[in-house]
């Protein structure tokens, strides 16, 4: 029976806002010392369950198949699971050799897979949902900035494969609320307007509502402006 601090280990998350927790590790393109050796990047750091299985053979397909694009906006994928390092192998070089899935065959994954057949990464990570499985890690995904701060966290149960169109969008979003210091709003994406923060003071409120420079107020608390995609794109994506 699992004591108190046990559960409490299994169920222990990183917060937004935090350092995300450090850890070394051997994966398939060598040991790895996580998030210093990933300094001045982003990451996107994801479990899923086990090798062999075919909601995460298509969501690693997918992954291989869009990493240039996450490259491009500076970000480095990371997956993970609690298999080992030759069955990593093994099925990676399946998913190669034999597997096509939505028009994508030959896929190589060249991105790290994580070994951790102890859980100690799973587990600093809150990866270990006991409710879905005490023996698999659940589809965790987190965001990590340059700094090394978790920036967003995503979590699906075992049997839902991920929205990778999201993940990439979430990406671009967070990286122009940073590049332009302004929010996003509900189903952003490049080129739609953006948020500007709230006014902090009656006065600024009451000139926001009579300017006619280039913000659109609604009311006070809600103004908006507009920012091309070419802009967003220009400052955040690598040529």
Known sequence: METTTEQQQLHTMPRIGDKAPEFKAVTTQGDINYPSDYKGKWSILFSHPADFTPVCTSEFMTFAHLEEKFEKANCSLIGLSIDGIYSHIAWLRTIKDKIEFNGMKNIEVKFPLIEDISMEVAKKYGMIQPGESKTQAVRAVFFVDGEGI?????YYPLSLGRNFDELYRALIAMQTSDAFNVATPADWNPGDDVIVSPAGSCG?????????????????????????KEEVLSRILKA
């Open 204 to 228: 600024v409120a009451e000139d926001r509502m009579t300017s006619t420079d280039d913000l659109d107020c609604k009311d006070w608390f809600f103004c908006t402006k507009k920012i091309s």
């Open 150 to 154: 978790v920036r967003a966290i995503i």
